[in-house]
T-cell receptor
Framework: GDSVTQMEGPVTLSEEAFLTINCTYT??????LFWYVQYPGEGLQLLLK?????DKGSNKGFEATYRKETTSFHLEKGSVQVSDSAVYFC??????????????FGAGTTVTVRA | ETGVTQSPTHLIKTRGQQVTLRCSSQ?????VSWYQQALGQGPQFIFQ???????GRGNFPPRFSGLQFPNYSSELNVNALELDDSALYLC???????????????FGQGTRLTVV
């Protein structure tokens, strides 16, 4: 079945440091890939997504590229801020050709940015 | 601001009891999905409702059931609660069943259920 494996945390960084969170996936079709963020006490928010190979999703300075050859969707940000402290989830949805309706999530990576 | 609201925000139940959680989907959305997020883990798909019909189910026992109403709001019911049911329950609404380049799932803030 579908699965997502992401880098274990917690990750602690200083402000303005470079952040990368690794994510790899297993899927039988052509999934869409997502990064969600969960701030303390809040629900999940979509951070970015990519729906086909070689697409790059980007938002709020974060980027991730859909790499089919390595089945990866690593999240990167060049200069983090304290406000980026959150739990980050990599997820996939297998839309084609199976019309799978669910999101399959990784276990999450807790990121703490110190001033 | 997602527009998806869940109630209650927190509740405590005793093992063996039954619980109903509620979700109001974002205006115009016809699809609601429910997820269980245990502490320190990623959300796990429970089921999805599309136009009042169950439309996909994860690996959860039948004591997890749901409803979707004509206004597309939804309920999650859990019978015979077990200690392991303690988790954050998330509702997500979307327009349409699949999540592609045109469709996004919007999540509520969740209901924190504690079973004692």
């Amino acid at each position: 079945g579908d699965s997502v494996t992401q880098m274990e945390g917690p990750v602690t960084l200083s402000e303005e440091a470079f952040l990368t969170i690794n994510c790899t996936y297993t899927a039988t079709g052509y999934p869409s890939l997502f990064w969600y963020v969960q701030y303390p006490g809040e629900g999940l928010q979509l951070l970015l997504k990519a729906t086909k190979a070689d697409d790059k999703g980007s938002n709020k300075g974060f980027e991730a590229t859909y790499r089919k050859e390595t089945t990866s969707f690593h999240l990167e940000k060049g200069s983090v801020q304290v406000s980026d402290s959150a739990v980050y989830f990599c997820a996939l949805s297998e839309n084609y050709p199976f019309n799978d309706y669910k999101l399959s999530f990784g276990a999450g990576t807790t990121v703490t940015v110190r001033a | 601001e997602t527009g998806v609201t869940q109630s209650p925000t927190h509740l405590i139940k005793t093992r063996g009891q039954q619980v109903t959680l509620r979700c109001s989907s974002q205006s115009g959305h016809n699809t609601v999905s429910w997820y269980q997020q245990a502490l320190g883990q990623g959300p796990q798909f429970i089921f999805q409702y599309y136009r009042e019909e169950e439309n996909g189910r994860g690996n959860f026992p039948p004591r997890f059931s749901g409803l979707q109403f004509p206004n597309y709001s939804s309920e999650l019911n859990v019978n015979a609660l077990e200690l392991d049911d303690s988790a954050l329950y998330l509702c997500a609404s979307s327009l349409g069943q699949t999540l592609d380049h045109n469709t996004e799932a919007f999540f509520g803030q969740g209901t924190r259920l504690t079973v004692v």
